[in-house]
């Protein structure tokens, strides 16, 4: 593939990912990215859409013996693509569970909601508590998986793990948006 079909290939990408989940510039997108991708976090749809014709002019300037850098910022480019896209998912996600209709809430889940009434600070350390549990209940997980003969229950229990590790990662994301927010504020 020339240089020229894979811009073309690549606009299509490009538009086929904005059809798929159409945002308007204004948007704001409330993800922290990785800073080999994009430069800044929780800015508009219209910055991310700006880095990403960056990257693609990047690669139009490139000559066409440039090959290595060319695949450098083609695979450059297909990062920023599914970051944004992971991050429009999980937008699209929240948006339909705040649409959809309440189902009635257990004592857990009112205790849950509590917690993220609560000041900043009062909610980071019940932040680092609900991570405390998580991360025993991994290794509680983990033992029984380990000392399990049978497969059926292996597999059950790998998925467990996944889900409570999935947990996990939202739990530090939680705690690292919560302390960025924190210092920003002293």
Not at 39 to 47: I, R, V, Y
Not at 131 to 159: F, G, M, P, S, V
């Amino acid at each position: 593939m020339n240089k020229t079909q894979l811009i073309q290939a690549l606009r299509q990408k490009i538009a086929q990912c904005y059809q798929q989940y159409p945002v308007s510039d204004t948007q704001k997108i409330y993800a922290k990215f990785d800073r080999t991708l994009f430069s800044e976090d929780f800015q508009h749809f219209k910055f991310y859409r700006a880095e990403l014709n960056n990257t693609l002019a990047q690669i139009e300037r490139l000559q066409e013996n440039e090959h290595t850098q060319c695949q450098f910022y083609t695979e450059k480019l297909l990062a920023q693509l599914q970051a944004l896209l992971d991050a429009l998912k999980q937008h699209k996600r929240r948006d339909k569970k705040t649409f959809t209709n309440p189902s009635p809430q257990s004592a857990q889940n009112k205790q849950q909601h509590a917690i993220h009434r609560l000041p900043p600070r009062e909610r980071l350390a019940k932040y680092y508590e609900a991570l405390q549990a998580l991360n025993q209940k991994i290794a509680h997980q983990q033992d029984q998986y380990i000392q399990t003969q049978n497969e059926l229950k292996k597999q059950q229990l790998q998925q467990l793990i996944r889900h409570t590790e999935q947990r996990r990662t939202r739990c530090l994301e939680a705690i690292e948006l919560l302390e960025e927010h924190l210092d920003n504020t002293q």
